[in-house]
């Protein structure tokens, strides 16, 4: 076989196997990076999606955290170490990447919207 022909095939190949193969995994949206942080951080007491009730009665469900405050309020709190005035809730601090997913994440959720 000639070389350039060899080369062709190959190259042909080569294009045919990379379109074949499946896309590389790509990164989750924040959004949904900080409901996977929530779930597995809070979902043990909260309700932490769009519905459902939270497994722990004094637990607010996340979807209604606006209609005591801003979500965004939570930021600090977030970063800095997230504590409660009950000893059930354990402390918790999030990287900043991580604490903006958990905000958005509970922005988009939120069922009752501030006046």
Do not use: W
Not at 3 to 10: E, I, M
Not at 56 to 65: I, K, M, N, Q, Y
Not at 80 to 103: K, N, S, Y
């Amino acid at each position: 076989m000639n070389r350039p022909l060899h080369a062709f095939l190959l190259l042909a190949a080569s294009a045919a196997l990379a379109a074949a193969a499946p896309p590389a995994p790509s990164e989750p949206s924040p959004e949904a990076r900080g409901e996977a942080l929530v779930q597995l951080h809070c979902g043990g007491c909260h309700a932490v999606g769009r519905e459902g009730a939270s497994r722990e009665p004094a637990a607010p469900p996340f979807r209604e955290l606006n209609a005591r405050y801003d979500p965004e309020m939570l930021s600090e709190a977030l970063a800095e170490g997230i504590l409660t005035g009950h000893p059930l809730m354990p402390e918790f601090r999030f990287a900043p990447d991580d604490v903006r997913a958990i905000i958005l994440y509970l922005q988009s959720i939120q069922t009752r919207r501030p006046a």
